[in-house]
């Protein structure tokens, strides 16, 4: 059998794996750095959400029935301690409507922190949260 003996290594292809590889891992922190930051939009907007909704049923609740700005001013209050450090860095905001007085309104307005560069935090729609929750008052 004719047999070759092994010559020595090629030099050109040195390094080209490290290439590909680091490229695709570059590539890879891209894609779950953006899905962690869709990830934490969607868990705020639902927080943002839930805590808007449980201050109009405080002021719409049968106990708030006396005064409703004074009880809108406590729900406001309560929204920002459950949303934490969220709500009082200033994150969100509560605009009430008191023309109907069988229909507590409140709008809730709120832009999310990211981290994502400028030109790519305006492609991403849910950065912003922009929502009217109703709720009907209580009777007696």
């Not at 020595?8 to 891209?30: E, K, M, Q, W």
């Not at 750095?33 to 639902?46: D, G, I, R």
């Amino acid at each position: 059998m004719n047999r070759k003996a092994p010559g020595p290594a090629s030099t050109r292809d040195d390094g080209v794996g490290t290439i590909g590889t680091a490229a695709a891992f570059a590539v890879f922190l891209l894609l779950m750095f953006v899905a962690v930051q869709v990830l934490f939009n969607l868990y705020a907007t639902s927080m943002v959400t839930s805590a808007a909704h449980d201050a109009a049923s405080q002021v719409a609740g049968f106990d708030a029935f006396g005064d409703r700005c004074k009880a809108a001013a406590e729900a406001e209050f309560a929204f920002e301690q459950r949303l934490g450090r969220y709500g009082e860095a200033g994150h969100a905001e509560l605009e009430w409507t008191c023309a109907d007085p069988d229909i507590v309104r409140v709008r809730v307005r709120a832009r999310h922190p990211t981290l994502l560069p400028a030109s790519l935090a305006g492609l991403a729609s849910l950065s912003e949260v922009d929502r009217t929750i109703e709720v009907r008052v209580e009777g007696p």
